[in-house]
């Protein structure tokens, strides 16, 4: 017994030391983010200190890292053990079925709790952590039952049949029952999700199956988008007949960049991708003849449903005439989530059949190992430009479905941070993932939009807290999570473009010579 007092002793001091040294670490990096806030009063700007905050982060700080230190990381039995159980196939024991009971337990209390206290912090958490629990429980209990099923493919078959089927099932239910849904809201969010998913997968090209560190990918999004839009409104073409031209203009300054790249690597590519995307921001912003500058291009047309226009003041036959149904606002809003899905599944496609070419086992192969990969007679200058080029058209795609769904562009939308996003978007999923990708589009933009409807959170710090302040602040938070406990994405396993056919086992001898 009083051997156990001791072990315990000798766990708690370093515990606490370690959770007092993060605290004062906390305190010293927030105490000027969120301890004091600038007031726009009658005198001026002005400094308003936040204590109450303040403390509050510097206490979660401190006894969360507390519960880590005596809890996860130095105790015999962790108390996460149980729930990566739910995602694996290792048997439970009497604890783990214990403390999932009392997770069950805490989850039901505090959304029992919520909803008797009108407090909608408690009945978030309760919620979160039952659905964790419990989906946890029910995935574990159908791989048990159902081993050989294949769930990659269930899963992404599930995906990409609840993006084809949303936008009609959610309208055909609002226009019969008139459940009162955001359907804008939603179709608005559903399109931007989409749209970094489609740049995400053009990014990946370069980054994730070529290995090129590429910071100034926005620099092709604002070219395809610029393109459109000089083109409809100076010579009055239309958006399909624009599409081509957008995508071709952005993989000519692919071209144009890779040309001077080819032998950086590494940082030095990063900074001088950087500084490409800045000049393209740079040239947009001041070239005030062609690119409007600061004030950028309006009045840019929408895209038709095959020559239908949308609007109802439009002459000649319209997208409602034609079909003998009324206007609604919400057709323009379907058909661009359409438009912008089949855009993204094209680049999928496309990305999928370009990794089992030649020219995609190139990139694999100098992602790998550029010395090799010359080694063995592969011309890495064509392949760079490839991949350059490859990745720009997709962004360019996506910049003319921006410019013509906005119908407004200005250098304004394409700063740095839209390509650290979309990096971000990219290294977050698994680079090389196309599914990764897509999780992690989803997480990132549908994470930062929920910022915005966190009513509960001001019931913790005050009505004067406005999440989405903070968002980049959350986003370097997740940056550091994601690359402690999963280094390589949130998918990191990545599909091999050659397998042998014969699955026989390898002799010896020839994994002496070094093949096996």
């Known amino acids: 017994m009083a051997e156990t007092s001791t072990s315990r002793d000798h766990k708690l001091v370093p515990a606490l030391t370690d959770s007092l040294l993060a605290a004062i670490i906390a305190f010293a990096l927030f105490s000027l983010v969120l301890g004091l806030r600038t007031v726009d009063g009658a005198t001026g700007l002005s400094l308003e200190p936040r204590p109450g905050l303040l403390i509050t982060v510097v206490a979660i700080v401190f006894f969360g890292r507390l519960a880590l230190n005596l809890f996860v990381w130095h105790a015999q039995y962790p108390l996460t053990t149980p729930f990566a159980k739910l995602f694996n196939s290792e048997p439970f024991d009497k604890r783990d079925l214990t403390t999932l009971g009392v997770a069950l337990a805490v989850g039901a209390g505090c959304l029992a709790t919520g909803l008797l206290l009108d407090k909608a912090a408690y009945e978030l958490f309760g919620i979160v952590l039952l659905l964790f629990v ?222 089992r070419l030649p020219v995609g086992r190139a990139w694999e192969a100098m992602r790998e190992d550029e010395i090799a990969c010359r080694s063995l007679g592969i011309n890495t200058t064509l392949t760079k430009l490839s991949a350059f080029a490859t990745g720009a058209l997709f962004g360019g795609l996506a910049g003319c479905f921006f410019a013509t769904r906005q119908g407004f562009v200005s250098p304004e939308s394409f700063t740095f941070i839209e390509s650290a996003i979309i990096l971000a978007i990219v290294v977050l999923g698994g680079m090389g993932s196309q599914v990764g990708v897509a999780i992690a589009a989803v997480v990132m933009i549908g994470g930062f939009e929920a910022l915005r409807h966190t009513e509960g959170l001001q019931a913790i710090f005050g009505q004067d807290f406005d999440p989405a302040l903070y968002r980049m602040l959350l986003f370097g938070l997740a940056m550091v999570g994601i690359m402690v406990w999963r280094p390589r994405g949130l998918v990191s396993s990545r599909a091999p473009t050659i397998t042998h056919s014969d699955g026989g086992s390898i002799s010896g001898d020839l994994v002496g010579q070094g093949r096996g």
């Open 134 to 355: 419990g989906l946890g429980i029910a995935r574990r209990a159908i791989v048990q039952r159902f081993p050989n099923l294949p769930y990659a493919q269930i899963f992404i078959a599930g995906g990409i049949l609840f993006a084809l089927f949303f936008p009609i099932v959610s309208y055909a239910l609002e226009s019969v029952f008139r459940l009162g849904l955001p359907l804008r809201y939603w179709f608005d969010l559903s399109i931007l999700i989409l749209t970094y998913v489609m740049l995400g997968w053009g990014l990946n090209i370069v980054v994730g199956l070529a290995g090129l560190l590429d910071l100034g990918y926005v620099a092709f999004y604002a070219v395809g988008a610029y393109t459109f839009a000089l083109l409809a409104t100076h010579l009055g073409l239309g958006f399909w007949a624009c599409l081509p031209i957008a995508g071709a203009a952005a993989a000519l300054w692919g071209i144009i960049l890779g040309f001077p790249v080819l032998r950086l690597r590494g940082d030095y590519l990063a900074i001088v991708t950087l500084a490409f995307g800045e000049i393209i921001r740079i040239v947009l912003l001041n070239w005030t003849d062609v690119t409007g500058g600061p004030n950028g291009i309006a009045g840019i047309p929408k895209p038709s449903f095959f020559g239908l226009p949308f609007s109802p003041f439009a002459e000649g036959m319209t997208f409602s005439k034609f079909f003998g149904i009324p206007y609604d606002g919400l057709h323009a809003l379907i058909f661009l989530y359409y438009l912008i899905l089949v855009l993204a599944l094209v680049t999928n496609l496309v990305t999928l059949r370009l990794r």
